[in-house]
C-alpha cells in the first residue's frame, strides 16, 4: 500500500520515545496538527513512555504508570501512531518511508527520534543468557524474570545508569557487583574525592564495587547461561545475571543507510535547528543527533530543547527562531538513597576557576562547587547530601547572594546559610527537564490560579520528568501564595488554628490535661463549645496521653474524656476490619516467643475459631474477633502472660529483630536482646504516627533496621543508631545518627530522639517526613539530641523516664474494669447477641469476613472500599 | 465514671412506627461516643449523645463499606452541624439529617429519640 501524496503535507516521525513525544506535543501547540498529517512509526511495543523513570518500575510502578501518551491527544490530533512497525528503509530522493509492515508513507518532512542504543563491549559470550541491557520496559520484564530463580547479578559500567541498574537488581533481592573499567564510580559526573564519598556509601549499601578493572569475558556453564565473568586482573567474578550498562551509542543506522552525514564517533550531524546538513527535508532530534556543537546529548533535558526548536522550524513561525547550540548536563542519581548531583562546569574546565570543597569522608559526604574570579557559580558536586542541588544548580551562572563556602558547609558548622529558592531571579531555570522558568511558576500562582504543588506541574510541566526540582517547586509555590496574601493555613484542623506542635507546647506549657479545656480556651471563635472533631480530638487525646504522667492526666486511654477521643481501634483496643470485625495481636518483644506461647495463641485461635497470620512485623495476628469476644479472648491471653500489642495505636508497634550473636556466625551484639529491651521501654508510648523499629546483629542487616523510624545495627564495637527510616507507600531509607554507642548511650539517644520527634511532629506525620520536613533536617536534629544545642535534653529524658514508670498493659487494666467492659458489646440493648452482619465462610482451612453479608440492600460493590483510610 | 444523680433514671428511646421504642438507661452513653441498639425487625440504629447532652439517632451501616459499624465513629460538629465520622473510610455523615458530607448522592436514615 502506498500512501499518496495529498493536499496535506506531511510529516513522518521516526521513533516514539521521550523526545518524540515532546516534539508531536510542540507541533500540536503550533497548530501544525491541523495543517498537516502527522504519522508516527513507533519501534517498541508500546507508546511513549517516561524512560527517565524506567526504574520505578521495581519500586512498583507499572508500565501503565510510566506512560507518556494519552492517547486521547493522539486522537485528538489526528495523529497516526503505528506501535510495533519501526522504519526500515528512507528513500530521500523519492522521499519515502517504509516501515517493517510494509507500509511506504510520503513525507514532506521527515524528523528521525530513533535513541540511542546501549553500547555492548565486544567480550565474548556477551550475548549468552543471563546478558541484559537496561534500556526499555521489555529490558526489565526480562531482567525480573531471569532473576527470579538467581542470587547473583553484575553490572558492567559504573556510571549513572549503571548504579541505577545494580540498586535495581539489589532490590531484587540479588548480591549486586558493580565493575567500572575507570578508577572511579560515575566517573564523568563528579571527580576523585566525590568518587571516594560515593565508594563509601555505595559500600555501605552492601553493593560490591571494583573499580579499575574491565570485563574480559563472560563464562558460561555447559548450557550457555551465563556462570561468571573474568577481569582484566586475572580474577573472576561470579555471577548468574550480567547487565551491560557501559554506555549508550546513537541509533544512526537508519540515516547512515539512506547516505545522511553522521559524525565520527555516529549521531546524525545536524545544524543549530536540528535539521540535518545533508538534506533540508530530514531533521534529527534526541540522542541520535550530533548537535552543532559537536556533541550526542544523552539526557532528556536537551532532547526536549531539540524537539521545541525542531517543530518552531517546521512551523516556520516568522515570530519565533528557536536554535539549539547547546546545554547543561547537570545530573541526579535518583535510585539507591545516595544523593548524588552534579551540575554546570563540575570538572572545573574553564579558566581561572577555583574550587570550594567541603569532605567528611567519615559520613561520606563530599561538596564541591567551582567558582569563576568573578565569583560566579559555574557548577559543582554534591556527594551524600544534594539537599541545595535545586537551588545551586539554578544559580549557575551567576554570582549567588552569599559566600561559596557557606553553601557547601554542613549546618551547624558556623557559617552555614539556607539559601532559600526565593533568592533567586526570575529568570533562573528550576526545571531544567521541561526547561521551566521561576518567573513561569510564580505566574502559575498568580496569573493561573494553581494553589498546589499538583496543580503547577499540570500547568507548566515543571517536575514532571525526573523530579529532581519538586522540592525547591514546593517551596516556591508556597512561598508565592504567602506573598500573594493567600493565607496558608497551618492549623491542625477547622477546630484549631494552631498546629500541633504548638498545641503539645500549651498542653505541656500549662498542664491542660482535658480536651474540652484545650478546645474552650484555644480552639478557633466557632470551634469553641462545640464537639471538635475526627481530626483534632485523635490527635489531642495522643498528646494527652503522651503527656500524662507529667500533666497530671491518667494515662489509660479508655478512661473518663478520653475514651471520647480515640479512634475506634482505640477505643475498642483493637483493629477494624472492613466487616466490623476486630484483630488481635499481642505483643510479642523482638519476635521472640516460647513454644508455650506460641501454643497458647494457636489454642486461643483455634478456641475461638479466629483467622491467624504471620505479620510483617514480627509477630502473629488473629482475625476475626466479634466485639463481644475481644474481652475473653483478651483475658486467656493475659492470663497466659501476653500484653498489648498496640497494633491498634499511634505508639510504638514492634521492634524487630534478627538472631543475632547468640546463634548467628557473623553477630557482634545481642541483637535479640537490646530489641527486647527496647520494645519493653517504648511500649505503649503514644506519638504522632506510629514508631517501629529494628534491631540487627551485624551490617548484613537481616532487621531491616534501616527501615525504621529508629534502626538499631550492631558494630564491634557498640551500637550505630540509624533514624527516620520508612517502609510502607513511600520508603526512605534511614540516616545515621551516631556511631558505636554504648547500651546506655543508645537508650539516652533514642529517649531523646523519640521525645524530641512527639514534641514537633505534625498529626500522622511519621519520622521520616518529619525529618525531611523540619528546618535544619538531620543536622538540626543531631545538634538538639546529641549536643544540645536547645538546652532541652533532660527534660526530654525525664519525659520519657515518666512515661516508663507509669506505664500499664491497657487490655490489663480493661478486663478487670466491669464499668469499661459493658462497651465491648453489639448491641447495647442485647448485649448477648452478635451483630449479624459480622459472618465469615471458610477458605484455606480458616476463615474469612463473608462479604455478600455486608452487601445486602447495599450500593454495587465495586463502589465500595475506595478513597483513603486516613484524612 | 460516676453518673450525674439526675440522669441515672432517664430512659433513651426511640420513634419506631408504632410508637417510642426503649433501648437504654441514658447513663450508658458516653458524651462524645456512640452505642449500636437492636430494633425488633432486626435493623441496628446508632445512638450518640453530644457534649450538650443532645440525642441523636441514625443507620448503624456504613453505607460505602456496608459493615455496621457508625456507632463506633467519632463524633464532632462542623459550623455548628453535628457529624459523625465513619471508622471504616472516615466519611462523614450528618447526625440530624443523615446526609453524607463528603458524597452529596448519599445519605442515611434517622430517627426521633429522645430522653424520659
Ligand atoms: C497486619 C499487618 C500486615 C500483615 O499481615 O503482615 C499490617 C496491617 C495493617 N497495616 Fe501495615 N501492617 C503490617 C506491617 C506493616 C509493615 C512492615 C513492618 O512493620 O515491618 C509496614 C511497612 C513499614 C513501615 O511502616 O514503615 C506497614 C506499613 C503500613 C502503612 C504505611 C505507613 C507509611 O508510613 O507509609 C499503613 C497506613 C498508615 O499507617 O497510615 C499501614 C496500616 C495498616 C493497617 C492498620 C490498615 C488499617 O487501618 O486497617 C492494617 C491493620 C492490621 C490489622 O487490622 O491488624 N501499614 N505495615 C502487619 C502488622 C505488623 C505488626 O505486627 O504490627
Ligand atoms: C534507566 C535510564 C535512566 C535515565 N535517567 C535519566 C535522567 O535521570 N535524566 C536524564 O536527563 N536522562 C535520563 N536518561 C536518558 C533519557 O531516557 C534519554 O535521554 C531520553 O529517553 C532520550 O529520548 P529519545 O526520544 O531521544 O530516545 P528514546 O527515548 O530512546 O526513544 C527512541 C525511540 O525510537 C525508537 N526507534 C529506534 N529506531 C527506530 C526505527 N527505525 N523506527 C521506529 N522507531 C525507532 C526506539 O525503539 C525508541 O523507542 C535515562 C535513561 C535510562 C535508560
Ligand atoms: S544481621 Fe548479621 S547477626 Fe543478624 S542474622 Fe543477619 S547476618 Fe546474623
Ligand atoms: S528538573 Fe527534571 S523534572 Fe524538573
Redesign the pocket.
Known amino acids: 500500500m502506498t500512501a499518496t501524496l495529498g493536499a496535506t503535507p506531511t510529516i513522518v516521525l521516526?521513533?516514539?520515545?521521550?523526545?518524540?513525544q515532546r516534539f508531536l506535543e510542540a507541533l500540536a501547540e503550533r497548530g501544525m496538527t491541523a495543517t498537516h498529517r502527522v504519522v508516527v512509526?513507533?519501534?517498541?511495543p508500546r507508546p511513549?513512555y517516561d524512560?527517565?523513570a524506567?526504574?520505578s518500575y521495581f519500586s512498583g510502578k507499572t508500565p501503565e504508570d510510566l506512560s507518556m501518551t494519552d492517547m486521547a491527544f493522539i486522537e485528538e490530533h489526528g495523529i497516526e501512531l503505528y506501535v510495533g512497525?519501526?522504519?526500515?528503509t528512507v528513500d530521500r530522493e523519492a522521499k519515502r518511508v517504509t516501515a517493517r509492515s510494509g507500509q511506504v508513507f510520503e513525507y514532506d518532512t521527515l524528523v528521525l527520534?530513533?535513541?540511542?542504543y546501549p553500547f555492548v563491549p565486544p567480550v565474548p559470550n556477551k550475548d549468552a543468557e543471563g546478558c541484559f541491557v537496561?534500556?526499555?520496559i521489555e529490558d526489565l520484564l526480562a531482567i525480573e524474570e531471569y532473576a527470579k530463580t538467581r542470587t547473583t547479578g553484575a553490572v558492567v559500567g559504573g556510571g549513572?545508569?549503571g548504579l541505577?541498574?545494580a540498586g535495581a537488581l539489589k532490590g531484587l533481592g540479588l548480591t549486586s557487583h558493580i565493575v567500572e573499567f575507570a578508577p572511579r564510580l560515575m566517573p564523568v559526573q563528579v571527580d576523585e574525592g566525590g568518587g571516594a564519598a560515593l565508594l563509601r556509601t555505595i559500600e555501605e549499601m552492601g553493593l560490591s564495587v571494583h573499580t579499575g578493572v574491565g570485563t574480559q569475558e563472560i563464562v558460561v556453564d555447559s548450557e550457555g547461561a551465563v556462570t561468571g565473568m573474568k577481569l582484566s586482573d586475572g580474577s573472576e567474578l561470579a555471577t548468574d545475571l550480567v547487565v551491560f550498562s557501559a554506555g549508550v551509542r546513537p541509533?544512526d543506522q537508519?540515516a547512515r543507510d539512506c547516505g545522511l552525514t553522521v559524525g565520527e564517533r555516529g549521531g546524525i550531524t545536524v545544524d543549530d535547528q536540528c535539521r540535518t546538513v545533508a538534506d533540508p527535508h530530514v531533521f534529527a532530534?534526541?540522542?541520535?543527533a550530533l548537535a552543532s556543537d559537536g556533541r550526542v546529548?544523552?539526557?532528556?533535558?536537551p532532547?526536549y530543547e531539540q524537539a521545541e526548536t525542531a517543530a518552531a522550524t517546521i512551523a516556520a513561525d516568522e515570530t519565533e527562531q528557536l536554535s539549539f547550540t547547546g546545554a547543561d548536563l547537570s545530573?541526579?542519581l535518583?535510585l539507591l538513597g545516595v544523593d548524588v548531583a552534579s551540575f554546570g562546569d563540575a570538572h572545573g574546565t574553564a579558566e581561572d576557576c577555583l574550587d570550594v570543597v567541603y569532605s567528611d569522608s567519615r559520613s561520606g559526604l563530599y561538596k564541591k562547587l567551582v567558582i569563576g574570579r568573578d565569583g560566579t557559580l559555574l557548577g559543582g558536586i554534591l556527594v551524600g547530601d544534594a539537599e541545595a542541588y535545586g537551588t545551586l544548580k539554578a544559580f549557575t551562572g551567576s554570582v549567588p547572594p552569599v559566600s561559596p563556602e557557606s553553601l557547601v558547609l554542613p549546618a551547624g558548622a558556623g557559617e552555614s546559610v539556607q539559601l532559600g529558592p526565593t533568592a533567586l531571579p526570575d529568570d533562573a531555570i528550576i526545571c531544567s527537564?521541561n526547561n521551566v522558568r521561576k518567573g513561569t511558576i510564580r505566574g502559575a500562582v498568580t496569573e493561573h490560579n494553581c494553589t498546589t504543588v499538583p496543580e503547577v506541574k499540570k500547568c507548566t510541566k515543571a517536575g514532571t520528568?525526573?523530579g529532581s526540582c519538586v522540592k525547591v517547586l514546593g517551596q516556591l509555590v508556597t512561598a508565592e501564595l504567602e506573598a500573594s496574601g493567600v493565607e496558608v493555613d497551618k492549623g491542625l484542623c477547622g477546630c484549631f488554628s494552631q498546629t500541633r506542635e504548638e498545641l503539645y507546647e500549651i498542653v505541656l506549657a500549662l498542664r491542660i490535661n482535658t480536651y474540652q479545656d484545650l478546645l474552650d480556651r484555644y480552639g478557633r471563635d466557632g470551634a469553641r463549645g462545640g464537639d471538635g472533631c475526627e481530626i483534632c480530638k485523635p490527635a489531642v487525646g495522643s498528646i494527652i496521653a503522651s503527656l500524662a504522667p507529667t500533666i497530671g492526666a491518667d494515662g489509660y486511654v479508655l478512661d473518663g474524656e478520653q475514651a471520647t477521643l480515640q479512634d475506634t481501634n482505640d477505643h475498642f483496643l483493637a483493629n477494624l476490619q472492613k466487616n466490623g470485625s476486630y484483630s488481635v495481636v499481642p505483643r510479642i518483644p523482638g519476635g521472640e516467643i516460647t513454644p508455650e506461647g506460641l501454643i497458647v495463641i494457636g489454642e486461643i485461635a483455634r478456641d475461638f475459631g479466629l483467622y491467624t497470620k504471620i505479620t510483617g512485623g514480627q509477630r502473629i495476628d488473629m482475625f476475626g474477633a466479634r466485639v463481644e469476644q475481644l474481652p475473653l479472648i483478651w483475658t486467656r491471653l493475659v492470663d497466659a502472660g501476653f500484653e498489648s500489642g498496640h497494633a491498634y495505636g499511634k505508639s510504638l508497634r514492634t521492634v524487630k529483630s534478627c538472631v543475632g550473636q547468640t546463634w548467628c556466625r557473623y553477630g557482634v551484639q545481642d541483637s535479640v536482646r537490646m530489641a527486647i529491651d527496647l520494645e519493653l521501654r517504648y511500649r505503649g508510648l503514644r506519638s504522632p504516627h506510629k514508631l517501629k523499629s529494628a534491631v540487627s546483629g551485624c551490617a548484613r542487616e537481616c532487621a531491616e533496621a534501616q527501615s525504621k523510624d529508629f534502626g538499631i545495627i550492631a558494630t564491634a564495637a557498640g551500637w550505630n543508631l540509624y533514624v527516620g527510616g520508612n517502609g510502607g507507600a513511600t520508603p526512605r531509607h534511614a540516616d545515621l545518627l551516631a556511631q558505636d554507642l554504648t547500651d546506655t548511650e543508645l537508650i539516652k539517644l533514642i529517649d531523646r530522639f523519640l521525645m524530641f520527634y512527639i514534641r514537633t511532629a505534625d498529626r500522622l506525620e511519621r519520622t521520616s517526613t518529619w525529618l525531611e520536613r523540619i528546618p535544619g533536617g538531620l543536622d538540626h536534629v543531631r545538634d538538639v539530641v546529641v549536643e544540645d544545642s536547645l538546652g532541652i535534653c533532660e527534660e526530654l529524658e525525664s519525659l520519657m523516664t515518666d512515661h516508663v514508670a507509669h506505664y500499664a498493659d491497657e487490655w490489663a487494666t480493661t478486663i478487670n474494669d466491669p464499668e469499661k467492659l459493658a462497651r465491648f458489646v453489639s448491641f447495647v440493648n442485647a448485649p448477648d447477641t452478635p451483630d449479624p452482619v459480622v459472618g465469615f465462610v471458610p477458605e484455606r482451612d480458616q476463615i474469612k469476613p463473608d462479604l455478600p453479608l455486608l452487601s445486602i440492600g447495599m450500593r454495587p460493590a465495586e463502589d465500595v472500599l475506595e478513597g483513603s483510610a486516613q484524612r | 465514671m460516676t453518673l450525674a444523680p439526675e440522669t441515672t433514671d432517664l430512659k433513651v428511646q426511640l420513634q419506631l412506627a408504632d410508637g417510642w421504642f426503649t433501648v437504654c438507661d441514658l447513663s450508658r452513653l458516653l458524651p462524645g461516643r456512640g452505642v449500636a441498639a437492636l430494633l425488633p425487625d432486626g435493623s441496628q440504629v446508632a445512638l450518640f449523645r453530644d457534649r450538650a447532652g443532645k440525642l441523636y439517632a441514625v443507620d448503624n451501616r456504613d453505607p460505602f463499606g456496608g459493615a455496621a459499624v457508625l456507632s463506633r465513629g467519632l463524633i464532632g460538629s462542623q459550623q455548628g452541624r453535628p457529624f459523625v465520622a465513619s471508622p471504616l473510610l472516615k466519611q462523614r455523615f450528618d447526625l440530624e439529617s443523615g446526609q453524607c458530607l463528603d458524597d452529596e448522592t448519599v445519605s442515611i436514615a434517622t430517627y426521633e429519640v429522645r430522653a424520659s
Open positions: 521516526v521513533g516514539h520515545g521521550m523526545v518524540g512509526l513507533c519501534e517498541e511513549a524512560r527517565v524506567l526504574t512497525d519501526p522504519a526500515e527520534a530513533t535513541g540511542s537496561y534500556r526499555t549513572l545508569l541505577e541498574a541509533r537508519l532530534i534526541g540522542e541520535c546529548y544523552g539526557l532528556v533535558a532532547g545530573t541526579k535518583k527537564c520528568t525526573c
